[in-house]
Every structure is written in C-alpha cells, then in structure tokens.
C-alpha cells in the first residue's frame, strides 16, 4: 500500500526533491517554528506518518495524557498544515484559540512540501486544514481528491475568482505580484508596460529576482498557463541574459533595490511595506504595477481547505470562518499588507484598491503544475 502511495505520488515527490536541491525553501520567509510544531517539514516528509514524532502520534499521547486532552483529541483540537509562517500568522491563530478555546497544532513548513506531505500521509494524515500560501498548491490537492467541499456561506464570501470552482478551498488574502523599483535611479516611467519589456538589453546588471521563491514560481505557473510553454521560456532565457542578481527570497530583493544594489526586482507587494515601516518613508523603492492583465500583475491568494479524511471537519470549517471573519481580515491588512477578500473590510491606505490592479484573467486552481515549472526552471538554468 506504502509502495503504491508512493509511486502514484513520485512526481510530487519528485518536486520535493528538487526543491531540497535548490538549498533553499521555495516558501515564505521567516520562521518556521510550530505553536505546537512537531518535526521540520524535510524530516516530516521523509518519515512515516505512524512515526512518534508525526502529529497524530502527538494528539494521541496529549489525550491519554490527562481528560481535557482527550476531550479535545474528540472533537476539540484542531490541527493546521500552515505554508504561512509563523511570523506571519502565529499571532493570529493564538487569537483564534483564545477566543474558541480550541487547541490548535500547527505544523509549519513550504506549501509544497505540506501538500506533498499530506499526499504521502493519505487516510492517515493528521492534517485537519491546509493553509496554503498560494492557490497552486490547494489545487494540487483538490486535484487528488483530498479536500471536502466547503459550505456555500464560507465560499460566498469570497469573490469566486479568489476561490476554488469546485468549492474545495477559498482564499483568505490577496497577493499581488509587482516590480520593485529604485526611486533614487527610476520613475515609473522608466519601466516597460509588460513583463517582458525587461528582457531588453538595457537592462543587463539591473535586475534582481528570488527563482526559489514560491510566489516566483507561481507567476512562472501562470506564465505558462496564460501564454504557453515557449513564451514563458522565452522570458526566463531573456532575463537570465540580462544576469539579474540572484536573492534567497522577496525580502532580500526588496532591501537590495532600496540600498541601489540594483535598480528592480519581482517581487510581491507587501514585502515594500515591512520594509517602509521598519525604515521609514524615505526607504528608496516603491512598487510598480504592471497593467492591460499582463502575467507580471498576478493576483494571487493564500487560501485554505478542509481534508476530506478530517476528523474535525466542523472546527476546520469553524477556523477557516474565523480566517474570514472582519478581524482576521483586518489583521491581514494592518499586520501583513495583504488585500482582505471580504466586503466591508479595507486594504491598507498604502496599497491601490485591489479592483484597480488588472490582473491577467487566470482560474487559479490552473496554478497547480509547480513540477512543470521546476522542470523548465531547470531546464533553462536558472535552477
């Protein structure tokens, strides 16, 4: 049974590998500490989910440890496969537990790696909920037929661009992708109406990016999706040509704009602001957000999704509530930048109102083919 779980899932596994290879996460920045984390997501992936350390074997000693542990292993305790750091959302979901009473476990780690994890786990998974730091993973997963389908009254929440077709996952925030600038060497002006516009000679030395980061790899996704294996290729060789500046994530990028190392980079939004408010409004980057539904202005979300085998279907439904609920959307405006997904709740002052930004029109559930886009990423160099 293993040995067939494995050979139906190698190509994700596969992915892990490659992934591991790159000598760095492909994730969020930050820590990765669990609330209650059980081993480092690499380790998980490679141990056997009957192992001591896995978080089942964990619920199952908390409840013959005493009567209120068992309580909550029966229906009180809910446990989180979290591609979001812990930096960024440890805060919030204390919030959520102080204010369920539920015991929360949280396993942090790569988005792809958890959705590779689960995979691999099958029936036996722990996972309650998975929540994703983008949409190609959750739809990796529905894929597979491993998330339930979610009520109407969560879903309809949510714009239905920001959530799964099928009703299998839903977005709780928005991300948009952006090219940092330098304001000291730049005006808006300066910068090409498409994506593609930077694969011109004169940008050579100019440009920095982060290829193993995960929101990256994502755009390359979409890239694929919306405009085809060649043209995506096209546009990795001409900004490998220009020799950008190679970073270990957004942050690092962003900070290397604002101190001139070099002039632009692709990144996500929300990294400019952390760096505003630790350095002040005279931090020499501003965002750049490319128009006419061009790859390069994707908008994509961090979402969430019940397993099918979940055992507390009903408190991950209760949590994924909370995520939409306006203080959780506030958190995310106020605390991390990005766009809340709900009516009624506003996205910070900084940031232009999310329907003025013209995305690419995209399903994004089509994000899910992340080996592709290792395999070109590697065919192409670049990793």
């Known amino acids: 049974m293993f040995a067939h779980t494995i050979r139906r899932f190698m ?65 009180g305790e809910l446990t989180i496969y979290s591609g979001r750091n812990e930096e960024l959302i440890g805060a919030l979901i204390k919030q959520y537990e102080a204010q369920s009473g539920a015991k929360v476990n949280v396993k942090y780690g790569d988005t792809a790696e958890l959705a590779a994890t689960i995979l691999e786990e099958g029936e036996n ?107 995506a290729r096209e546009w990795l060789e001409g900004i490998k040509a220009n020799e950008p500046k190679v970073y270990d994530n957004n ?46 202005a994707l908008v994509n979300v961090a979402g969430a999704g019940v397993l099918k085998r979940s055992k507390n279907a009903a408190a991950g439904e209760k949590f994924i509530s909370f995520l939409l609920s306006a203080e959780a959307q506030q958190y995310f405006s106020a605390q991390t930048y990005e766009y809340p997904l709900i009516e009624g709740v506003e996205p910070s002052a900084s940031l232009p109102p999310l329907s003025t930004i013209q995305t690419p029109q995209l399903d994004l559930s089509k994000l899910e083919d992340l080996q592709g886009t290792l395999k070109l990423l590697q065919d192409v160099g670049i990793l």
């Open 125 to 231: 998974s722990p996972a309650d909920v998975f929540f994703a730091q983008d949409a190609g993973a959750l739809g990796a997963l529905a894929k597979e037929d491993r998330l339930a389908t979610l009520p109407d009254e969560l879903l309809n929440q949510v714009n239905e661009r920001f959530r799964s077709p099928e009703g299998e996952w839903v977005g709780v925030s928005g991300r948009a992708r952006v090219v940092v600038f330098n304001t000291k060497t730049l005006t808006e002006t300066d910068l090409p109406e498409t994506i593609f516009g930077f694969t011109d000679p004169k940008w050579k030395g100019r440009l920095g990016w982060a290829p193993t980061n995960g929101s990256f790899q994502a755009f390359v996704t979409a890239l694929r999706t919306l405009q085809g294996e060649d043209k």
């Open 251 to 296: 942050t690092a990028v962003v900070k290397a704009v604002g101190a001139g190392e070099i002039d632009a980079g692709f990144v996500n939004h929300y990294y400019l602001f952390r760096q505003i408010k630790e350095q002040g409004e005279g931090f020499a980057a501003r965002n750049y957000f490319l128009k006419n539904g061009d790859p390069g």
């Open 11 to 75: 190509p994700v596994l596969l992915t892990i590998v490659i992934l591991a290879a790159c000598g760095s996460p492909a994730g969020e920045t930050g820590g990765t500490s669990g609330n209650q984390a059980s081993s480092a997501p690499a380790a998980s992936t490679a141990a056997s989910p009957t192992t001591e350390s896995s978080p089942a074997a964990s619920v199952e000693a908390s409840a013959a440890a005493s009567p209120e542990a068992a309580s909550a292993a029966s229906g």
